[in-house]
């Protein structure tokens, strides 16, 4: 499902999303247009200071996610382990505990929020002629698939 580049209604569709079909993990994957390369793992989102303008000129009130939410939601998955087990032909991954503040995190944030730590997010490089939509199709299949043995080893 893709994302508007608009916080309200992307953090509608997250909420939808866990209410609706109610996931074991819902994993988003974000562009990073400045990374070359690299594909970055993102820990945690962040409940405050998105103060810029997404796509229709608005920002969250007081810059915040979650009113009521803590300032920081850490995913279930570690991402660090994952970070450091997994390897892909052709891209760099690298582990992070900042995903910005804009949409990405935001609405990392909020189905961090609603699906209680069980979501993970990828920023991915933009498509270029060292990474092409199989490797990359590749690198995040195998990603989630090892996120995917960390969710059942916590069910076991």
Same mark, same amino acid.
């Given at each position: 499902?893709?994302?508007?580049?608009?916080?309200?209604?992307?953090?509608?569709?997250?909420?939808?999303?866990? !209410?609706?079909?109610?996931?074991?993990?819902?994993?988003?994957?974000?562009?990073?247009? /400045?990374?070359? *390369?690299?594909?970055? =793992?993102?820990?945690?989102?962040?409940?405050?200071?998105?103060?810029?303008?997404?796509?229709?000129?608005?920002?969250?009130?007081?810059?915040?996610?979650?009113?009521?939410?803590?300032?920081?939601?850490?995913?279930?998955?570690?991402?660090? !382990?994952?970070?450091?087990?997994?390897?892909?032909?052709?891209?760099?991954?690298?582990? /992070?505990?900042? *995903?910005?503040?804009? =949409?990405?995190?935001?609405?990392?944030?909020?189905?961090?929020?609603?699906?209680?730590?069980?979501?993970?997010?990828?920023?991915?490089?933009?498509?270029?002629?060292?990474?092409?939509?199989?490797?990359?199709?590749?690198?995040?299949?195998?990603?989630?698939?090892?996120?995917?043995?960390?969710?059942?080893?916590?069910?076991?």
């Amino acid at each position: 499902m893709q994302l508007p580049v608009a916080y309200q209604k992307a953090k509608e569709q997250v909420c939808k999303i866990w !209410t609706t079909l109610r996931p074991l993990l819902t994993v988003h994957v974000g562009l990073a247009s /400045s990374a070359k *390369a690299i594909i970055i =793992l993102e820990q945690c989102g962040k409940n405050k200071g998105y103060q810029e303008m997404d796509a229709c000129g608005f920002h969250p009130e007081g810059g915040c996610c979650m009113l009521d939410g803590p300032e920081k939601i850490e995913s279930t998955i570690n991402m660090k !382990t994952l970070w450091k087990n997994i390897s892909v032909e052709g891209i760099d991954i690298i582990f /992070s505990r900042d *995903a910005g503040r804009y =949409l990405c995190d935001y609405t990392y944030y909020a189905s961090l929020y609603y699906g209680s730590g069980r979501a993970a997010f990828i920023h991915v490089p933009p498509l270029s002629q060292s990474v092409t939509a199989d490797t990359l199709g590749k690198a995040l299949q195998t990603i989630i698939l090892e996120m995917l043995k960390q969710c059942g080893e916590e069910r076991e």
